[in-house]
């Protein structure tokens, strides 16, 4: 019998501000992320949404000398693990190294800076020995162990659109071994501008708002952000007095069929996987984020899996976009909301939601979650589900 | 890890060919595949690259479209996950429920730095969808997951030049845990302008091709390819009255917490890492035959390592041969653990050293180390550790021994 896995600490750092309580009172008050694109000029004059992160001061995260190079995307992270820690009342100056575990999650890394080293090597033919460091893809994974003093064990996960769960489901198998005390784990991702301007041009991307599970919906918008979970064994928690959010149960994602680039097409192998873990589930927080294929997979697997069963189902892509690491966010909200048993709304959905799911829309509702499922579906066919029980 | 797990199978992808014989046979003769980087132009200190040989062919069973659509590592990783499949001799049913687990750094970067600059300088009206979705170093599990039927637990990991020693150790916990009974690991990476100028900035490349361990070493020579390895439960495996070609014995990891790019002065993270493998394995120091270092030919490297070497095997050190395939087939980076772990599987089934090409003078400092200078040497051995390093202070040590009779 391996040792419960129990959520200590929440952070995150999203279009909705620094911190949990800002994002998770922006998720309940219906308050949008999403505001005109500012970091980066778009081609054409219309404004287009997206889910920005407010700046973060670098010495207010980065104390020591990693401050002086840090990347914005392994900055996310890194403030996403402060403040987790923080929520978690752990000081870091006191977290035994080798028995601390860190596993983060991107499906990109650092654009911005990419883009930036290649211009220079295509205009001047040399690369910026500076920049490089930071275009390692798990860098952000670097930083944060150099900065935190972190020696136990670490990995960089990447799952397109269920990085964060991926490296969620990693952090649970660590705590689960034994193989660390505190685990943090989570996601990192950051908006850049060629990667948004190719998905727009290719119609991936809504020019309006974004409308997850709508059938009318046209695409998702671009977002950004960090969330860390902290992961103790149950009984450590409880022994130190820590407050317990949630128990996590997951196991590592599985690959279903599905186009290598690509939304799975037979909605019936992910239902098949999902069916044990919402047998029992109050809330799925699902991955819907206005992308039509994306929507519709999800609605036709969810219906499968929840059988006869009403099941509330809500998504944070309508209210801080759609990217990478964004699972990672959802499941802080999975979090959240079996700690105070309220399911914030999808904004942007006008109902009936497709395929005639008890989608939360409008006002926050007030429900029991006992238990929370984040589906965690990706593109190229993976599904990497998480489940949230309360304590 | 009692009893260790059985590796069935191997695949290779690298620049001396496109498969496991090609590789043993490079081993055997001590050739090298460093040679003049013709993938695209770039004029800095180095001009030379382990590059995969045109006509590295992906199985018939993808439609021709999305083939050609592959990005290079992609179809790296396609050519070794089958190669090592076959050899494990496993069936589409097998196949359906293995996991699948692979470490990777930059994914289709190499045809995406192309697309983006047609765009930049007017070449093409716009990029190519497909061509910035396989940017994605996921790109690669899903490509070989939805070619050979692979739909159980499945993980990309990227610890820069651990990558795929970590899926290695990820894909072994997967069988312990009870998740599937067989795994395939793998490994890939594709050369790019990004690494290659990166690496360059940095002065981490040597002008010549990479010397690891010698007086006169200057850095390192990037490669590119793939390794991959089918892991199985031993019972399983015997079950099915297949020959382990290895067995991994243990593994661990280690972390530095110390330099995004240089490694810990005194290798505390790869130190954690060796010790913790031989634990996991349950053998003493003694019991290791052959290492196959990391060594990547930077005077830094290649110095935290043998100091490593010297803290866990002592004295004993002399009289352990210890080799760097990286002297053949460049530095593979997010492919080098699991290539570096094929050659390592290679050198136990078939009793043969791998040797360190290119040593002219071996460092003096390291003088009581057994190289296996060119062309190498055959010896029996029972017990091997392959030890990668990473950027930012992410260190993995296997421990494998020699495959039983079932």
Not at chain 1, 76 to 103: E, F, I, K, S, V
Not at chain 2, 84 to 110: E, Y
């Amino acid at each position: 019998m391996t040792e419960p896995v129990a959520v200590t600490g929440v952070g995150v750092v999203s279009a909705l501000g620094h911190g949990a309580e800002a994002f998770w009172a922006g998720l309940l008050g219906g308050v949008s992320g999403l505001r005109p694109i500012r970091r980066f000029a778009l081609p054409s004059g219309a404004p287009i949404l997206g889910g920005e992160v407010p700046p973060i001061a670098v010495a207010d995260v980065a104390r020591s000398a990693i401050g002086r190079r840090i990347d914005w995307v392994s900055l996310l992270a890194l403030a996403a693990c402060r403040l987790a820690l923080q929520d978690a009342g752990l000081d870091p100056a006191r977290l035994a190294p080798a028995r601390t575990a860190l596993g983060l999650g991107s499906a990109w890394g650092n654009l911005r800076e990419t883009t930036v080293f290649l211009d220079r090597l295509f205009a001047r033919g040399a690369g910026n020995p500076l920049l490089f460091p930071n275009l390692v893809f798990n860098a952000p994974l670097s930083y944060a162990s150099i900065e935190l003093g972190i020696t136990g064990p670490t990995a960089m996960v990447a799952a397109q659109e269920a990085s964060g769960e991926a490296a969620i489901a990693w952090g649970a198998d660590v705590i689960e071994d034994d193989a660390a005390d505190v685990c943090l784990a989570g996601g990192a991702e950051e908006l850049g501008p060629v990667v948004h301007q190719v998905l727009r041009e290719t119609g991936v991307t809504t020019s309006g708002v974004p409308r997850p599970l709508d059938p009318a919906a046209d695409g998702a918008c671009l977002g950004e952000g960090a969330a860390v979970l902290v992961l103790e064994p149950l009984a450590r928690a409880r022994a130190r007095g820590a407050k317990v959010y949630a128990r996590l149960s997951a196991s590592s994602g599985r690959a279903v069929p599905a186009p290598v680039h690509g939304w799975p097409r037979d909605p019936a192998p992910v239902a098949e996987t999902l069916r044990p873990l919402v047998r029992d589930a109050d809330l799925v927080m699902a991955a819907a984020s206005g992308n039509p294929a994306l929507d519709a997979l999800e609605a036709a697997a969810l219906t499968a899996a929840f059988g006869e069963r009403r099941v509330l189902v809500t998504s944070v892509r309508g209210t801080i976009g759609d990217f990478g690491a964004v699972g990672a966010l959802a499941a802080a909200a999975a979090v959240l909301a079996v700690d105070s048993g309220l399911v914030p709304p999808t904004l942007g959905l006008v109902p009936p939601a497709r395929a005639g799911l008890d989608v939360v829309v409008g006002r926050a509702r007030r429900a029991p979650v006992r238990v929370a499922v984040v589906d965690g579906l990706a593109r190229g066919g993976f599904c990497c589900p998480l489940r949230l029980e309360a304590a | 890890m009692s009893g260790g797990i059985a590796i069935t199978g191997v695949g290779a992808v690298s620049a001396v060919g496109g498969n496991v014989p090609a590789l043993t046979a490079a081993l055997l003769e001590g050739r090298c595949g460093i040679a003049p980087l013709t993938l695209f132009p770039y004029q800095g200190r180095s001009a030379l690259a382990a590059q995969v040989p045109e006509g590295v062919t992906v199985p018939g069973t993808l439609p021709a479209v999305t083939a050609r659509r592959l990005s290079r590592p992609d179809r790296f990783a396609l050519a070794a996950a089958s190669e090592a499949c076959r050899d494990a001799g496993l069936d589409g049913a097998l196949r359906h429920d293995a996991a699948l687990a692979l470490g990777a750094t930059t994914g289709g970067m190499f045809e995406s730095e192309e697309a983006y600059r047609q765009r930049q300088t007017g070449e093409a009206g716009c990029f190519r969808l497909s061509r910035l979705l396989g940017t994605s170093i996921t790109t690669a599990a899903s490509v070989v997951s939805q070619t050979l039927g692979i739909y159980g637990p499945q993980t990309t990991v990227s610890t820069a030049c651990s990558s795929s020693a970590l899926a290695i150790a990820l894909a072994a916990d997967a069988i312990r845990r009870g998740r599937a009974r067989v795994a395939v690991a793998l490994g890939t990476d594709g050369l790019c302008r990004l690494t290659y100028a990166g690496f360059d900035a940095l002065q981490a490349l040597d002008p010549e091709a990479c010397r690891p361990f010698d007086a006169g070493r200057r850095g390192l020579s990037l490669g590119e390819g793939a390794g991959a390895l089918v892991l199985e439960d031993v019972a399983h495996a015997r079950a099915r009255g297949v020959r382990p070609r290895a067995l991994l014995l243990g593994h661990a990891t280690g972390t530095d917490a110390h330099h995004v790019t240089a490694p810990h002065p005194e290798g505390v993270g790869a130190l954690v890492a060796f010790r913790g493998a031989l634990a996991a394995a349950g053998l003493p120091p003694e019991a290791i035959d052959y290492v196959n270092a990391h060594g990547s030919g930077t005077r830094q490297n290649d110095a935290v390592e043998v100091a490593v070497l010297r803290a866990v095997l002592g004295s004993r050190l002399a009289r352990v041969p210890v080799s760097s395939t990286k002297s053949q087939l460049g530095h593979t980076l997010g492919a080098a653990g699991a290539l570096e772990a094929v050659v390592t599987v290679l050198a136990l089934d078939a009793g043969i050293l791998p040797p360190t090409v290119g040593l002219r003078r071996p460092d003096p400092s390291f003088g009581e180390l057994d190289l296996v200078p060119t062309p190498g040497r055959r010896l029996p051995l029972a017990v091997a550790a392959s030890s990668s390093y990473g950027f930012g202070g992410h260190n993995v040590t296997l421990v494998l021994g020699r495959g039983e009779v079932p």
